[in-house]
């Protein structure tokens, strides 16, 4: 895939997402405020911060394609490890927020009426975020998007929290007891807040330069060994910055090898490097001359 087609497809997968939730979160809240269920608002509060979240994602994936400029040598890739970061700090808000709700609600117990409209509304929430949530997810790892990866976090934590809601529903009209209707609501915001926590220290390891997982550099390493005429290479450094991955290594040549030759090998590596870990990496790689570096060789 191209870098091109790469940006299209994530910003059209964006768009989905915009989309879905603005229509749930306009369902949710009108049928939660007329049955008077506030398991059922404060979905529709989950909702409203997962398309906060979707708009904040669209924004990021599309300011963090920008080529570089004077002040952004590396490019905008972190615009998409910030959003995640945003989107992680609303989700702390919502969570804190539906607590509060439900704990009025503690204290003033009233009956929900027509929760017949409210379970439909959580059953058709389930289906349209496993369907979308499963096409961000598809797509982040397919593009190394952290934007649509925490977007589609978000909705796969909405699936789970309906499901939460639907039963709590049905056990309300079932039982007629009135408290599960906040307890719901306050283990949805467990659930919410939990989701919350774990976007916030993966964005914090984005944002603070943290090296690429084992895996990669376990490739980056087998790439340089099964490169013939490389004696040894030191001071691999990886870094994250959106979707794309930035790396630079030394490696060590024989020092009687023409110039040209050193060009073509660092090309080929180069171009394995992208092979293997997808087009989006911006790689720097410094040649030296076998000898003058002690005890870095592959031998």
């Known amino acids: 895939m191209t870098e091109e087609s790469s940006n299209a497809l994530k910003r059209r997968t964006a768009w989905l997402s915009i989309i879905s939730n603005t229509t749930l979160v306009i369902l949710k809240l009108i049928v939660g405020l007329y049955t008077g269920a506030v398991s059922l608002i404060s979905e529709a509060a989950h909702s409203g911060i997962d398309l906060v979240a979707a708009i904040i994602a669209f924004y990021a994936v599309k300011k963090a394609v920008e080529p570089p400029d004077k002040e952004h040598a590396y490019g905008h890739g972190k615009y998409e490890n910030l ?4 989107e992680a700090l609303l989700i702390v808000f919502a969570a804190i927020w539906i607590v509060y709700e439900a704990a009025q609600k503690m204290k003033h117990l009233t009956e929900p009426e027509y929760l017949e409209y409210g379970i439909i509304i959580m059953g058709i929430s389930i289906v349209v975020n496993y369907f979308v949530s499963k096409r961000l997810m598809h797509v982040a790892r397919l593009t190394h ?27 309300i009209k079932v039982t007629g007891w009135l408290w599960i209707d906040p307890v719901i609501a306050i283990i949805v915001a467990t659930i919410i807040f939990k989701a919350g926590y774990d976007m916030t220290v993966a964005s914090a390891k984005e944002l603070t330069d943290m ?89």
């Open 83 to 86: 959003s995640s970061a945003i």
């Open 145 to 171: 998007s952290q934007a649509l990866e925490a977007d589609g976090l978000h909705l796969q934590a909405d699936i789970w929290t309906s499901i939460g809601v639907l039963f709590g529903l049905v056990a």
């Open 211 to 299: 090296s690429l997982p084992s895996e990669d550099e376990r490739i980056l390493s087998d790439i340089f060994q099964a490169q013939p005429e490389i004696r040894g290479f030191h001071q691999l450094r990886t870094r994250r910055s959106g979707a794309y991955r930035i790396l630079d290594v030394h490696i060590l040549l024989d020092r009687e090898m023409p110039l040209h030759e050193v060009h073509e090998i660092c090309d080929q590596l180069e171009n394995k490097i992208k092979q293997s870990l997808g087009t989006m990496c911006d790689v720097t790689i410094h040649a030296e001359p076998y000898g003058d570096v002690p005890n870095r060789s592959l031998k």
